[in-house]
């Protein structure tokens, strides 16, 4: 089994930060790429950033230098640093691992709970 908890979510005022971390436990051999997705209400969920396992990334146009993804591998977690924050950006966050739990295994594809970020004007 994987379990995957997410945190970091809250309430903050325009132009503030929030850091979300997801990490991973249970049988993990390794892990591929990571990833942050959202969903605001009423809207498709759309990829935020990515990170490969050589620590390539990659981020939407609407947070390109104002989010940072980041991963810690012997840790098996991933983090979001989100800057200059705008009402925009209001949203549920989920974390999303390409994970192999074996070395012959394929990877499965995991996703995180979500959490919660509010951004008010």
Known sequence: ???????????????????????????IFRIDAMRW???ATGKQRELV????????TNY????KGRFTISRDNAKNTVYLQMNSLKPEDT???????DLRR??????????G????????S
Do not use: F, K, M
């Not at 950033?49 to 390539?56: C, K, L």
């Not at 074996?102 to 996703?111: A, E, F, Q, R, V």
């Open 1 to 27: 089994q994987v379990q995957l908890a997410e945190s970091g979510g809250g309430l903050v005022q325009a132009g503030g930060s929030l850091r979300l971390s997801c990490a991973a436990s249970g049988s």
């Open 37 to 39: 997705h959202r969903q």
């Open 49 to 56: 950033a990515v990170i490969t396992s050589g620590g390539s």
């Open 60 to 63: 939407a146009d609407s947070v």
């Open 91 to 97: 949203a549920v966050y989920y974390c999303n691992l």
């Open 102 to 111: 074996t070395s012959w295994g394929l990877p499965g594809n995991y996703w």
């Open 113 to 120: 709970q979500g959490t919660q970020v509010t951004v008010s």
